[in-house]
């Protein structure tokens, strides 16, 4: 069982960056594929970034990455998500993500979630 816990998230004005964490349990972060998808009110959820198990590879919406960057620690057992230029349109909840399959954690979302942390961008 792969227990997720994100970190974070907070309130900033736009054009600031922040670099949002998942932290996990044991030795998952060399076992499975990571992601981070986000959903703001009233919409769907939807794909922001994934990365390999072995770090090596990334994925982006469009593959086009834009002004977030994936990347991990395995000594720390730790994701993260540095977003920069923040926009208002980037307000969501942000979930971290982890699978065996790369293609469900770069897609739709694969089998283990987090509880999301909380992105607020004002203008």
């Known amino acids: 069982q792969v227990q997720l816990v994100e970190s974070g998230g907070g309130l900033v004005q736009a054009g600031e960056s922040l670099r949002l964490s998942c932290a996990a349990n044991g030795r998952a972060l060399g076992i499975y594929n990571w992601g981070w998808f986000r959903q703001a009110p009233g919409k769907e959820r939807e794909f922001v970034a994934a990365?390999?198990?072995?770090?090596?590879?990334?994925y982006y919406p469009n593959n086009k990455k834009g002004r977030f960057t994936i990347s991990k620690d395995n000594a720390k057992n730790t994701v993260f998500l540095q977003m920069d230029r923040l926009k208002p349109e980037d307000t969501a909840v942000y979930y971290c993500n982890a699978d065996i399959n790369i293609v469900a954690v770069s897609t739709t979302g694969g089998s283990y979630w987090g509880q999301g942390t909380q992105v607020t961008v004002s203008s």
């Open positions: 990365i390999s198990k072995s770090g090596g590879t990334t």
